[in-house]
Structure formats: C-alpha cells, structure tokens
C-alpha cells in the first residue's frame, strides 16, 4: 500500500508540474505577443521541447518573421517611391520651367536671331523631357511586370555589332579611343533583342555622362557556360562605398550632378537583364576606370 500511495503521489506531482508548466508557457507566449504588439520587444520564442506548445511557438516565430520582412519590404518601397516623387518633382519641373521660360521670350517679341536660338533651346529642353518620361514609362513597365518580351534565338555577336556601330560614331565624335574584340564564331542564345539593345545603351550613356573617360574597351566571349560581355572606361571611378549601390533606382552616385541623368537607366539594365535570365555587375575604383559585366548563361536558353 505505502507503494501504490508514492507512486500516486508522484503521478500527481508529474501531473501538477505538467500542468503549471503548461501554464506558464501559455503565460508567456502572451506577455511575448503583448509586448511585440506595443513594439516593447523584438523577442522571438525559445522552442525547448517538441509538444503541441512548441509546435505553435514554431508557427507563430515563423508568422512574426513573415510579417517583418513584408513590413520591412513596405517601409522599403515607401521610402523609395517617395524618393522617386523627389525626383519626378526635380527632373520635370525644372527642364518644364526653362522650356516654359524660353516659350515665353519667344512670345513677347525678340529679333528673329534670338527667336531661332531660343526656339533651338525650347526644342532641345522639351526632348530632354521627353527622353526622362519615355525611361520613366519603362521603368514603370518593368516595375510592374507589363513589359513584353519577345525572346527569339539570335546570334548575340552579330547582335552585339549592329549595336556596337552606331556607338562607333558618337565615340569618334567625342574623341573617345575605343577597343572592340568579338569573336569570329557565332554564339545563339534565346534573347530579347530590343531589350539587349536597350541594356547596352544605357551602360554606355551612362559612361559618356559620368565616367569622364577616353578610352572604352569592350569584350565579348564565351565564359564557361555563359556569354560574357565586359565595357570597361579609364574614367574617374566609382568608389567602394558607392559602386554596390550602382543598381538601385534614383542611386546617384555624385549628388553634385543632380542634373546628369535620372538615376533610373542602371536599374532598368539590371531588371531588363535579369528577366531574360542573365545578371550584371559592375566594378570599380577610385580613379581607375569601371567595368560592367553582363552574363547570360547558355542554360538559360535551353
């Protein structure tokens, strides 16, 4: 009998131990959530065990996590649609308030030399505009995945050199030296060609507006299983700090220059790149030139 009465005794204090210990989590998992929902503590919950209190401590660690990352992804796209409204207020109003101001010279009356210089700059402003409203429609295509890709199989090298062509002349015109090296062999890769288009234009537009340079090297070729194209300028460089930031939307590297570019080109190259698979990087120094490096891997296309 004194052995059945211990065992009883003990089955009860298990019992009673399960039970205040059962307790005391529920206690604690709403002082955790009471206090998150004050924004008094960041604490997750320590999972020690593997019972159906775990099991929910589990979950609700996995939904807290889930909603700090959407609410970090909002705040995120928050500030940067805000900035992209700074932006919009700058690089509209200010190219529309010369235009307009030309407008106006012209129509009060001035000899027919200034009429013709000033109808010269009005027109050069309101193509200015027009350019930073067609990149801002396609960066908002892109944004919103409305952009259509036409992906047909090319011959990238020959793509690459009906590109290269038209570069040839503004380069010579602005008296910049430049190396071209293509090889000879035909490389096929499934490819939106405009986009392709696109993408290096608006690296080497980027390169004669803020790099300074004299000299462009530009190499395509094979790299292990991708195609590989490397535009490398001797310009100013970007510096450590600077050229992670190098993709992001309205990232302008010199504040300086507000006036030179949109801050918009970059990462329509990097969105434009990577929906048809490939990706791009670019790297830098101080002082000693950057070098963009676009990929797109044969994989990819099969």
């Known amino acids: 009998m004194i052995f059945i009465s211990i065992i009883l005794c003990i089955i009860i204090l298990v019992l009673l131990y399960y039970l205040l210990e059962r307790k005391r989590r529920i206690r604690q998992i709403i002082r955790i959530l009471e206090e998150r929902k004050e924004e008094e503590s960041k604490q997750l919950f320590l999972i020690h065990s593997n019972d159906d209190i775990a099991k929910l401590q589990q979950l609700l660690n996995e939904m807290i996590y889930d909603y700090e990352k959407q609410l970090e992804s909002f705040l995120i796209s928050t500030k940067a649609n805000q900035q992209l409204m700074t ?3 700058h690089d509209i109003r200010t190219p529309m308030t010369t235009l307009m101001g030309y407008l106006d010279v012209i129509y009060s009356g001035c000899s027919s030399e200034k009429r013709k210089k000033y109808i ?9 505009l027009k350019t930073y409203i067609d990149v801002l429609f396609e960066w908002f295509r892109l944004n919103s995945n409305e952009e259509v890709f036409n992906i047909v ?9 009906d590109i290269l062509k038209d570069w040839i002349l503004v380069l010579e015109e602005k008296g910049i030296d430049y190396e071209i090296k293509l090889p000879d062999e ?5 490819i939106d060609c405009y986009c392709y288009l696109r993408i290096i234009n608006n690296i080497m537009k980027n390169i004669l507006i803020h790099s300074y340079a004299d000299n462009i090297s530009i190499i395509g070729q094979k790299n292990g299983a991708q195609f590989e194209l490397k535009i490398k300028d001797n310009g100013i460089g970007i510096s450590n700090e600077k050229i992670k930031y190098i993709f992001e939307r309205l990232y302008k590297c010199d504040e300086s220059r507000m006036d030179k570019g949109n801050g918009l080109g970059l990462n329509i190259v990097k969105m434009l790149t990577e929906k048809m698979g490939g990706s791009v990087a670019a790297f830098s120094e101080k002082n000693d030139g950057t070098t963009f490096v676009i990929c797109f891997p044969f994989e990819k296309n099969n």
């Open 87 to 89: 932006s919009l207020s």
């Open 120 to 128: 010269k700059l009005a027109r050069d402003k309101a193509c200015d």
């Open 153 to 161: 199989e090319i011959d990238i090298i020959e793509a690459t050199r």
């Open 186 to 190: 035909e490389i096929v890769l499934k």
